[in-house]
């Protein structure tokens, strides 16, 4: 079985998210916004889902591990929802001008989002249509905490003391520390990929995006013309384009469930 120790390595992003959201939101939860409860609840449930099927695979319960896999058929969507959330808010926060935060990273951000997103459903659908191969299913399963690691490693890399943060003044320290987040979590995918002994597919797409994801923050994200589009879409309503993920998310489920059933019998010849 691959990956057999996957779900103690997934048990160490809990530690490292609680460090990241402790300032943004974990301080603040009762006062935070909808969205941020949304994407926390979904990233943290997705989380918990690989560990515990990683732990319950390994521990030969395989009739819970299927019961639990059904499961994410309904987190999936949720998670896009969820996620919905962070990219609109962002866009909103851009347009009000709220802080030189946004101001300088806001649209910057969103590509990692998109890249996010996207490799996230496309992995998500490869796993579901290939279920029954276990270790391209399981590689595509847990190759998801990779799009987690940036967001979570840009937010902690201020601890470092060359990108510390005294004031608004150093927050141009800010992209060389989400850079650096996406530069590790890329490493961390190929040291993955080269051990997985022929089955490091899934990793290496992984790596692969997240690197698509840090050239579009760097020169994408910038442009006068991509800034003004992601500002015009703080105008969108919040729950239609929510409810719009979701069902995006039931449609790539349903796709990859249906992609991975097995092939009708044959009839058989004399």
């Known amino acids: 079985m ?3 120790h996957a779900h103690f390595y997934v048990l160490a992003i809990f530690p490292l998210a609680g460090l990241a959201f402790w300032p943004a939101y974990l301080s603040q939860v009762t006062t935070a916004s909808i969205e941020f ?3 926390g609840i979904t990233a943290t449930l997705w989380l918990a889902l690989l560990v515990t099927q990683s732990a319950l695979i390994h521990g030969g319960n395989r009739p819970t591990h299927r019961a639990l896999g059904f499961a994410s058929l ?3 969507p949720l998670f896009l929802a969820g996620g919905s959330g962070i990219f609109l808010g962002m866009a909103r ?3 009000a ?8 990273y806001a ?3 969103a590509w990692l989002d998109i890249v996010t997103v996207a490799g996230f459903a496309w992995f998500y659908h490869q796993a579901l249509a290939r279920r029954r191969t276990t270790p391209v299913h399981a590689g595509y399963m847990l190759a998801t905490t990779i799009f987690l690691l940036p967001p979570i490693l840009g937010r902690l890399a201020p601890a470092l ?4 943060i005294a004031g608004p003044q150093d927050f141009w320290k800010l992209g060389i520390g989400f850079q650096l987040a996406n530069a590790i979590a890329a490493a961390i995918a190929l040291v993955v990929a080269a051990r997985a002994r022929g089955h490091g597919r899934p990793f290496l797409e992984a790596a692969g995006l997240t690197l698509v994801g840090a050239l579009a923050f760097q020169f994408v994200g910038p442009l006068p013309a991509w800034r003004a589009l992601f500002t ?4 969108l309503p919040p729950l239609p384009f929510a409810l719009a993920a979701a069902i995006a998310g039931c449609v790539i489920a349903y796709a990859g469930w249906r992609a991975g059933e097995d092939p009708a019998p044959r009839p058989a010849t004399a």
């Open 2 to 4: 691959p990956y057999r």
């Open 37 to 39: 409860h949304a994407h």
């Open 74 to 76: 309904a987190l999936f």
């Open 93 to 95: 926060r851009l347009a």
């Open 97 to 104: 001008n709220v802080s030189p935060f946004y101001d300088l």
């Open 107 to 109: 649209a910057r951000l």
């Open 161 to 164: 003391p060359p990108l510390a």
């Open 232 to 235: 015009q879409a703080a105008a």
